[in-house]
């Protein structure tokens, strides 16, 4: 069983940057996290994932090259980079830990956070 606590959300302006955290609670910190995120009005959608070591990531088409997913296993904490910000990134932020499960897909994820709210205005 593990908890999972985001922090780092707000309100920024297009072309901004800002930096998502996820901290785990529990005996370990061995899974695949992965973050999504759900715009109001739309389905959860896949962000980005990091295998346990940091070796693997996997990013939406919409993200990659402004998103970078990574993570301290000391600290139990998965991180995302965002820069160059749109409009379009507005959405509630969540992080998820799969605890043997690659891939993109929501329902290959065991736990998830309450989510940090990211607004991006233009």
């Known amino acids: 069983q593990v908890q999972l606590v985001e922090s780092g959300g707000g309100l920024v302006q297009a072309g901004d940057s800002l930096t998502l955290s996820c901290a785990a609670s529990?005996?370990?910190?061995?899974?695949?996290m992965g973050w999504f995120r759900q715009a109001p009005g739309k389905e959860r959608e896949f962000v980005a994932a990091?295998?346990?070591?940091?070796?693997?990531?996997k990013y939406a088409d919409s993200v990659k090259g402004r998103f970078t997913i990574s993570r301290d296993n000391a600290k139990k904490t998965v991180y995302l980079q965002m820069n160059s910000l749109k409009p379009e990134d507005t959405a509630i932020y969540y992080c998820?830990?799969?605890?043997?499960?690659?891939?993109?897909?929501?329902?290959?994820?065991?736990?998830w956070g309450q989510g940090t709210q990211v607004t991006v205005s233009s």
């Open positions: 998820a830990a799969s605890t043997s499960r690659w891939g993109d897909q929501g329902t290959k994820y065991d736990y």
């Open positions: 529990g005996r370990t910190f061995s899974y695949i």
């Open positions: 990091i295998s346990w070591s940091g070796a693997r990531t």
